[in-house]
């Protein structure tokens, strides 16, 4: 099952984890001598630094262990009905917290960026963005998603929350 799991060569070289599945300490890119020599610090160049690091935050939560979060038959499953031309939604059912990783992954599955489909190291490149006359799945939006709560057994004790 762990092999079945596990990310292709590739794709754990890209993201840099080794052999023993583990990834690197996040590393200070600037030192605060180089900080502080900088007079003027672009505000759009903080915000890429800010976003980049949070992404190689998400990919070593996500890919911990070189391991795929979403398991692979689903992504195959998505790309088997693309190429049928079928008409199909994806709905996400969670029961804890993992809810924000599960968008994440697949919005990087969309949008071509995932590292098991991002047309390097030997993987098909994939696309569901809107690219090619194709429907965009990502989740973007936070009126797409819905939450439900339960306050008791009885069904008029649940409780839907759109956003």
Known sequence: MFKALSLPKGAREELGIAEDGTMPEEEEEESKEANEEEDDVD?????????????RKMNATLFANGRYHLIPSFWRLLMYMKKQKREFAVVFNTFGSELDN?????????????????????????????????????IRDPSQRVTMYRTGDGINETIQING
């Not at 505000?43 to 630094?49: D, I, M, R, S």
Request: with cysteine; charged share 30%; glycine share 8%.
């Open 43 to 55: 505000p759009a160049k903080v915000a890429e630094q800010a976003r980049l690091k949070a992404e």
């Open 102 to 138: 599960v968008v994440y992954e697949f919005n990087k599955f969309c949008s071509g960026e995932h590292p098991c489909f991002n047309g390097r190291n030997g993987a098909s490149l994939v696309k569901f963005d809107g690219s090619k006359n194709s429907k965009d799945f990502r």
